[in-house]
């Protein structure tokens, strides 16, 4: 937040999104767990009073700044400076955060979002996944929940909001099930064309004969036949292929009419026409739903847009015989025709999917962990290797310094000012304060 405040002089519209994978992966007491439900439930709400702190302190480190600058300036130079104090704008945003499947029943569910809320999220987000065998959005062996169990959980979410006195409090409904394949129950149905049976008509059957029932089998009555679901050696059942699209836009319809305010569909790649016909389709019951889409680095967005160029320039007789479509992620081709189409298309993909496929808020999950490791690998090969204390110097703290990022006075970062003023308010001339000449923070 002080990086985009920096750049883009404001913090209006901006928010954190606290992500389930980065909890899981990063704050387990278990140590790093896969983005399965397995961390502790209480981390999520821990890390909501965490990051609240750190943006509190972000607004006393800046207008500690300004007073400072208030103080010593002169006459002429101090209405500025306190217009910029006047005008103050907070670094603190609202969080959305990520209650996975919901840890537990409709009862846990309630009982994590009032916790989250009451550390400060104004959003939850929520997959309509099976709690006990949750999978990251972007695996495999995802298992799905009938309609009312995700309604259910809907509505826990909104008592929580509720009971809290917030009656603006936003939910997001994800559905997982473009990749989901799998369902742990068969649906209750009391009537015909009820949301039961509307689930239970996604499922793999086979008609059969009750005289040719084996040991165990499970049936019921689809469509006036007795029908057997597929089932694994696990008890779940198989939903048919290709039925995932259609899964999403009824999982969306129904969270919608039941209390979310906005969706979030997990695809497997980032494809526009794919996103805009399930919303196009989803906007036929409920005009005005709106799209919340994760630009995740879980997806290969070089390999995958190159691939769409490829497609679309083989679908327009262009020749293409230049390109091997498979090996598209290759340094060879970074300063091709088709290369530069598709990185045209990654950077105008927000803009484009906002327009074209309804999608009405974008985010990223994960950029930072990608970041860190990325600037950390660099940093290690260059420190230890031929370039020693230079791999350091030019490649973080001089871009650092030069580009004005707040960390290179890390003394700063850490409340040292903020102490130096206390300290003088509390003791006055008494007070031993480290901001003196040989501090090495005056060197930035």
């Given at each position: 937040m002080?990086?985009?405040?920096?750049?883009?002089?404001?913090?209006?519209?901006?928010?954190?999104?606290?992500?389930?994978?980065?909890?899981?992966?990063?704050?387990?007491?278990?140590?790093?767990l896969p983005d399965q439900?397995?961390?502790?439930?209480?981390?999520?709400?821990?890390?909501?009073?965490?990051?609240?702190?750190?943006?509190?302190?972000?607004?006393?480190?800046?207008?500690?700044?300004?007073?400072?600058?208030l103080d010593g300036a002169s006459d002429a130079d101090k209405p500025a400076i306190q217009a910029k104090i006047d005008n103050f704008e907070t670094h603190v945003v609202p969080i959305i955060a990520d209650i996975d499947a919901g840890f537990g029943n409709e009862e846990a569910t309630y009982l994590m979002a009032k916790?989250?809320?009451?550390?400060?999220?104004?959003?939850?987000?929520?997959?309509?996944?099976?709690?006990?065998?949750?999978?990251?959005?972007?695996?495999?062996?995802?298992?799905?929940?009938?309609?009312?169990?995700?309604l259910a959980k809907i509505n826990a979410v909104r008592y929580a909001f509720l009971e809290l006195g917030i009656d603006d409090g936003v939910i997001v409904a994800r559905t997982d099930s473009l990749g989901a394949g799998l369902t742990q129950k068969i649906a209750v149905t009391n009537e015909a064309g009820d949301l039961g049976e509307q689930y239970n008509s996604f499922l793999e059957v086979e008609a059969i004969d009750a005289a040719n029932l084996a040991n165990g089998d499970v049936v019921f009555q689809q469509n006036g036949q007795l029908v057997k679901p597929s089932r694994l050696p696990n008890g779940l059942f198989k939903f048919r292929a290709g039925t995932g699209e259609e899964r999403c836009v009824l999982d969306c319809i129904t969270s919608l009419q039941n209390g979310a305010d906005l969706l979030w569909i997990e695809?497997?790649?980032?494809?526009?026409?794919?996103?805009?016909?399930?919303?196009?389709?989803?906007?036929?019951?409920?005009?005005?739903?709106?799209?919340?889409?994760?630009?995740?680095?879980?997806?290969?967005?070089?390999?995958?847009?190159?691939?769409?160029?490829?497609?679309?320039?083989?679908e327009a007789g262009q020749d293409v015989s230049a390109y091997n479509r498979d090996q598209l992620m290759s340094v060879d081709y970074d300063s091709t025709e088709l290369a530069i189409q598709a990185d045209e298309k990654i950077r105008t993909f927000q803009a484009d999917a906002a327009r074209e496929a309804g999608i009405f808020h974008h985010l990223i999950t994960l950029p930072t962990y990608h970041t860190a490791a990325l600037s950390t690998d660099n940093l290690a090969k260059e420190y230890f290797g031929d370039q020693g204390m230079l791999g350091y110097v030019a490649n973080v703290q001089r871009k650092e310094i030069r580009q004005g990022i707040a960390c290179v006075k890390h003394q700063n970062m850490a409340g040292s000012d903020m102490g130096d003023d206390h300290k003088e308010y509390f003791s006055g001339d008494q007070a031993l304060k480290a901001s003196g000449k040989d501090n090495t923070m005056n060197q930035f």
């Open positions: 002080i990086s985009i405040k920096k750049h883009l002089l404001t913090t209006k519209r901006r928010y954190l999104y606290l992500s389930g994978w980065m909890v899981a992966a990063l704050r387990s007491e278990f140590g790093p439900s397995m961390h502790e439930k209480t981390s999520v709400a821990s890390l909501i009073k965490e990051l609240y702190t750190f943006l509190r302190q972000a607004d006393a480190r800046e207008l500690g700044g300004l007073f400072r600058q916790q989250m809320i009451e550390a400060g999220a104004c959003c939850i987000q929520l997959e309509n996944q099976v709690s006990d065998v949750k999978q990251c959005g972007h695996q495999d062996g995802k298992v799905t929940v009938p309609h009312v169990e995700f695809t497997e790649k980032p494809h526009v026409s794919q996103i805009g016909g399930m919303v196009n389709e989803i906007r036929k019951t409920i005009p005005n739903a709106k799209l919340v889409y994760n630009n995740s680095p879980s997806f290969n967005w070089t390999l995958n847009f190159r691939q769409q160029v490829f497609d679309a320039m083989k």
